[in-house]
């Protein structure tokens, strides 16, 4: 990258081969001005894009541990809970009308299914009860 600390190097350069700062016309003193607020100015950013970098740093640090305390708090509550609480089915019994609840792997693998009630078989084509999320 060509930086601006380069560019004003060069101009610095440039007026001291052509013996501006040797010249005491009204020109060269404000040109030789202008370098030097030049110069401060790129300092100054250079200044600032350092503190804005080590900002960017910070600030990536800061919300990687926000990822991981939050991993800590949602994230492994979330992981419990499909873990540890499969998506239920509720039919309604066709024999006995109790309403019973049924794991949704086990009602989509098997074909019969029978009520833990009354041991009847229980046919149920498409169960719509979740209406939440049950899109896969
Ligand atoms: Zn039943």
Redesign the pocket.
């Known amino acids: 990258m060509d930086s601006l600390g380069e560019k004003i190097s060069y101009i610095k350069g440039l007026a001291s081969g052509l013996g501006l700062e040797k010249e005491d016309s009204k020109e060269a003193k404000i040109l030789i001005e202008i370098i030097d607020v030049l110069q401060d100015i790129v300092y100054a950013i250079d200044e600032l894009e350092t503190s804005q970098e080590e900002m960017d740093e910070y600030i990536q640090t800061l919300d990687e541990d926000i990822a991981d305390i939050q991993g800590h708090i949602y994230g492994e509550y979330d992981e419990d809970v499909d873990r540890h609480v499969p998506n239920y089915i509720e039919v309604v019994?066709p024999?006995?009308d109790?309403t019973v609840y049924f794991d949704e792997d086990m009602f989509q693998e098997e074909d019969d299914i029978t009520?833990p009630?009354?041991d009847?078989p229980i046919y149920t084509e498409c169960p719509e009860d979740d209406e939440d999320d049950e899109e896969d």
Do not use: G, Q, V
């Open positions: 019994c024999h006995c109790e009520c009630n009354c009847e």
